[in-house]
């Protein structure tokens, strides 16, 4: 969503107003997921996507008639039913519930869309937490925000300081990789929390056949690449247009100057064990949250016995994905990049992994209900 927020700042910073709506929560299948935005500028255009079709053409109607008026925020929500489904092919089935934000005094959400573009940039991580319904006679507002940062310093308030401190706990766990979460308060109010920091960056570490596979597929699904690799004729800018940065030196010394975050992806894949063995070590002494090695099981024993030995704590060994990928018995190159994208998007998601297929039991329904409909014709 940072294209949304760079919109927010260009059009408040003329002082026009906006109205932001987010998707704050789902349930069942549904076309987006929380977090998904659009915003409506003055003029009646917008950035973002809520998932198009008729639930966002409304909730775009909605917005131009809260710009217009003098109403405050709201929330709405959407069953994608049989009769939406007619309308517009939206067979999804699930539930989803979005927060109306009309911003008409610039200055309220400004200094919060700047430091979110700032997170965006390299700054420090931010995260917003909004309220979207609140007991009713509560004195809590609905579309109240908090601003918090990684220090715990905080901006504005949800209407509480016990629901403002519950806020600040809960955002600060979610800025390490711009999270979110829904939360429903003992006091009642439910407010949603989302944390922005540096888009993901992926660290290749060897500019061998698999990371020149890896690289155009992770930059298509938002990682920003970095490849790293001592042989100029493989770390280049023409094998790796993708790449934001490609650096020609040795891995551990470009691992350990290279600034690294819990927001950072590394991928261990080097032209040999003992520079595997090296990178690895290093790559699992940074902060990154995603730590993986390309190679063979019997290869990822011998170098965790030597990286045990050398004093690296097993709980950290734990962390690390090696093995990297999923098991999809890929065999080339491109095929062993998109098991190990597929992982990183897992990871980075909260995904498990398993098929998507439908379920045997739903299969039987299925079929049930087919014969059941053949019998009464």
């Known amino acids: 969503m940072e294209q949304v927020f760079r919109d927010a700042v260009s059009q408040l910073k003329d002082d026009r107003p906006v109205v932001l709506a987010t998707v704050v929560r789902t349930s069942g299948s549904t076309p987006q997921k929380p977090g998904a935005k659009l915003l409506v500028r003055e003029d009646g255009s917008g950035v973002g996507t809520l998932g198009g079709g008729c639930v966002e053409g409304d909730i775009w109607f909605a917005a131009r008639m809260l710009m217009k008026g003098t109403g405050g925020a709201q929330m709405r929500d959407y069953e994608l039913n049989e009769d939406l489904a007619a309308e517009d092919g939206l067979i999804c089935g699930g539930t989803m519930y979005f ?78 990789m711009g999270k979110q979460e829904y939360v429903t308060h003992p006091s009642g109010v439910e407010y949603f929390v989302e944390a922005y920091t540096t888009p993901p960056r992926l660290i290749l570490a060897g500019g061998g056949h698999v990371s020149k596979a890896i690289a155009p597929v992770a930059a298509t ?137 439908l379920e045997e039991r739903h299969l039987q329904r299925i079929q049930s209900k087919s014969a059941v409909t053949a019998a009464a014709d």
């Open 99 to 176: 927060l109306i934000d009309p911003i008409r005094d610039t200055d309220d959400l400004l200094p919060f869309a700047e430091e979110i573009v700032s997170a965006y940039d390299g700054g420090v991580p931010v995260a917003i937490a909004s309220v979207v319904n609140a007991p009713e006679g509560s004195d809590v507002t609905i579309g109240s925000k908090l601003l918090v940062r990684e220090n715990g310093t905080t901006e504005s308030t949800l209407g509480s300081s016990e629901l403002d401190e519950d806020a600040t706990l809960r955002a600060r766990k979610l800025m390490a």
């Open 221 to 357: 699904v938002g990682f920003k690449i970095t490849v790293i690799d001592d042989r100029p004729e493989f770390a280049n800018e023409e094998r790796f247009p993708e790449a934001d940065a490609v650096y020609t030196e040795d891995f551990v010394t470009a691992l350990n100057r290279l600034p690294i975050n819990a927001n950072t992806f590394i991928v261990i894949a080097t032209r040999g064990h003992r520079y595997d063995d090296t990178a690895l070590e290093a790559a699992a002494q940074s902060k990154a949250s995603y730590v993986a090695l390309l190679g063979s099981k019997r290869k990822t024993i011998l170098i965790y016995e030597a990286l045990l030995e050398r004093g690296l704590p097993m709980e950290r060994i734990r962390e690390l994905r090696a093995p990297s990928g999923l098991d999809i018995q890929a065999r080339t190159p491109e095929e062993i990049a998109v098991s190990i994208v597929a992982e990183m998007l897992m990871f980075r998601l909260g995904g498990d992994g398993r098929p998507m297929k």
